[in-house]
Nanobody, 113 residues
Framework: QVQLVESGGGLVQAGGSLRLSCASS??????MGWYRQAPGKQRELVAR???????NYADSVRGRFTISRDNAKNTLYLQMNSLKPEDTAIYYC?????????WGRGTQVTVSS
């Protein structure tokens, strides 16, 4: 069993920055990712980091967002810069652990124009 707790969301103006955190109850030395879901839309991948540290990003956030992790703290991060109103969504942390997907409850990010 894995518990994931996201934090760091909030209201920010366009062009601003936020850093999301996701604390895991287990080691995060596996595939982890950030997803988001905007109202009326499906959940989509934002960024993912693999066991060897490789990263990939959605085209819409590449160059603006950075995923990283602190293995000692079992914490995943998402640094979000140059935020746009279309980044408004609930952001979820995901961990693939022992052949199962686990999700946090999400943190709301709202970007005003």
């Amino acid at each position: 069993q894995v518990q994931l707790v996201e934090s760091g969301g909030g209201l920010v103006q366009a062009g601003g920055s936020l850093r999301l955190s996701c604390a895991s109850s287990r080691s995060i030395l596996n595939v982890m990712g950030w997803y988001r879901q905007a109202p009326g839309k499906q959940r989509e991948l934002v960024a993912r980091i693999t066991t060897d540290g490789s990263t990939n990003y959605a085209d819409s956030v590449r160059g603006r967002f950075t995923i990283s992790r602190d293995n000692a703290k079992n914490t995943l991060y998402l640094q979000m810069n140059s935020l746009k109103p279309e980044d408004t969504a609930i952001y979820y942390c995901n961990q693939y652990y022992l052949w199962r997907d686990y999700w946090g409850r999400g943190t709301q990010v709202t970007v005003s124009s």
